[in-house]
């Protein structure tokens, strides 16, 4: 069975940067999934951060991440990699990674089965 494994988080300052890993394990090939990042911030619903799926399939960000954030695969870990640049308070927040097979890169939660158990970033002065 599939299952999302999530690292990297932690506590940094304004401005700095942070890269999160995703490794999907599964029987599957990885390039079979379509992987994103969400975030929950306390008392608040997902909210998407990006995604990248294989191929044709492209890559999706967020306005907020846009040109902050790079999502990429690694394919030899069967990881997907969000580099985090130019941190804000704002994105203090609970980052989730989430999964579906194939299909292009969306921003809808609804659209993910697979999540993991997510991982804290704290970005404070």
């Known amino acids: 069975q599939v299952q999302l494994i999530e690292s990297g988080g932690g506590v940094v300052q304004p401005g700095d940067s942070l890269t999160l890993s995703c490794e999907v394990t599964?029987?599957?090939?990885?390039?079979?999934?379509?992987v994103a990042w969400f975030l929950q911030r306390p008392g608040k619903e997902y909210e998407f951060v990006a995604a990248?799926?294989?191929?044709?399939?492209?890559?999706e960000y967020s306005n907020s991440a846009q040109g902050r954030f790079a999502i990429s695969r690694e394919n030899a870990k069967s990881a997907v990699i969000l580099q985090m640049n130019a941190l804000r308070p704002a994105d203090t927040a609970v980052y989730y990674c989430?999964?579906?097979?194939?299909?292009?890169?969306?921003?809808?939660?609804?659209?993910?089965?697979?999540w993991g158990r997510g991982t804290q970033v704290t970005v404070s002065s």
């Open positions: 989430a999964a579906r097979k194939w299909g292009v890169a969306v921003s809808s939660e609804e659209m993910y089965d697979i």
């Open positions: 599964s029987g599957a090939p990885f390039k079979e999934y379509t």
């Open positions: 990248s799926a294989w191929g044709l399939g492209g890559t």
